[in-house]
C-alpha cells in the first residue's frame, strides 16, 4: 500500500506537525501538542474553508482526562505550597525549617506532576497517516525512551528539572554548612533545575510554533499553559539568581529577590495547572 505523501513541520529533526491527504481527498493535519493532549486531529474535506475536529477512541480520551487531571492538580498543589514556603520564609511566619518543610512537600507535587507529563506523552494516542489519518491507543507504558520526540523531550527535561530540584530541596535540611558548601549543595542543583525548567519551556514552544523561536498565538490555551509556566521558570531563575550565597559576607545576594522570585513564579505553575485542567479531550 503506497503511504500517503506528507508535508512535515517543525524545528531540526523534530516533526511537530503533518499534513497530508487521504485517498478521498480529505486533508488531515496531526499536530503534537493537540493530538497528545486532546486525542484529535485536524480534518478538511475538498472544497471545505473549516476543519473539523476527529478524535480518538474513547479509552484513549478516558486515560487523557485522567493523566491530565492529576497533573494538572498536581501543579496547582505543587505550586501553592512553594508559595507557601516563599511566604514564611519573606514574612518570618516560620522558621528556616518549617519554610523548608513546606518547600519539600511541594517538590513532590512537582516530582508528580513532571512524571505524569511524561505519562501524558508515552499513552497519548499515536497518528497513522498510513491507515489514511488516523489516532490508534497503544498498550499502557509507565517508561519510555523516545528523544526524537520532541513532546517527550519536552517532558522527559521537565520531569528530571523537578528531581535535580528534590536533590536541592533535601540539601536545604543540611544544617552547619559552609558557604562554600551550601552553594555547592543547595545553591548549585537549585539553578540547574531552573535551566531544565527553562529548556523544557522553550521545547514546549517550538512544540506549539513549529519553528525553533516563540510564538504569540493568544488564542491557543495551550500556548497560554506553556507561556504562563515559562514566565513562572524565568522568575524561579531570578530567585536561584539572587539566593547565591557571598563568600566574603555569608548572605545572599538577595533575600528577598529570592523570596518574591520563588512565591511569584510557584503562583505561576499554580495558574498553569488551572489552565491546563481545561486542556483536555
Do not use: K
Not at 88 to 104: D, E, L, P, R
Request: glycine content about 12%.
Amino acid at each position: 500500500m503506497q503511504l500517503p505523501q506528507q508535508r512535515a513541520e517543525g524545528a531540526g529533526p523534530f516533526t511537530t506537525r503533518l499534513t497530508w491527504q487521504r485517498p478521498d481527498g480529505e486533508t488531515v493535519v496531526w499536530e503534537s501538542r493537540p493530538a497528545r493532549r486532546r486525542g484529535t486531529l485536524a480534518l478538511r474535506s475538498p472544497g471545505e474553508t473549516a476543519a473539523r475536529t476527529a478524535t480518538a477512541d474513547a479509552e484513549a480520551l478516558q486515560r487523557l482526562r485522567r493523566l491530565n487531571g492529576i497533573a494538572s492538580a498536581a501543579f496547582v498543589v505543587g505550586g501553592a505550597l512553594f508559595a507557601l514556603g516563599a511566604a514564611v520564609s519573606q514574612f518570618g511566619w516560620g522558621t528556616t525549617a518549617q519554610s523548608a518543610a513546606i518547600y519539600f512537600a511541594g517538590g513532590l507535587f512537582f516530582n508528580t506532576g513532571g512524571y505524569v507529563c511524561l505519562l501524558q506523552v508515552l499513552n497519548g494516542p499515536r497518528h497513522t497517516p498510513e491507515d489514511g489519518g488516523r489516532l490508534v491507543t497503544s498498550a499502557w507504558q509507565w517508561w519510555g525512551y523516545e528523544p526524537m520526540r520532541l513532546d517527550w523531550l519536552s517532558t522527559f527535561v521537565l520531569f528530571t528539572g523537578t528531581l535535580v530540584f528534590g536533590i536541592n530541596l533535601l540539601d536545604s535540611f543540611l544544617q552547619g554548612l559552609t558557604v562554600q558548601q551550601t552553594n555547592r549543595l543547595i545553591w548549585t542543583p537549585d539553578v540547574i533545575g531552573c535551566l531544565l525548567f527553562l529548556l523544557s519551556g522553550h521545547l514546549a514552544f517550538v512544540e506549539i510554533c513549529h519553528r525553533p523561536w516563540p510564538c504569540l498565538r493568544s488564542r491557543s490555551l495551550g500556548w497560554w499553559v506553556v507561556a504562563v509556566n515559562q514566565f513562572g521558570s524565568v522568575l524561579f531563575m531570578v530567585s536561584a539568581v539572587a539566593a547565591f550565597t557571598r563568600p566574603a559576607t555569608g548572605s545572599l545576594v538577595d533575600a528577598a529577590v529570592a523570596n518574591w522570585g520563588t512565591l511569584l513564579g510557584a503562583l505561576c505553575f499554580s495558574a498553569g495547572g488551572v489552565l491546563q485542567a481545561y486542556e483536555r479531550p
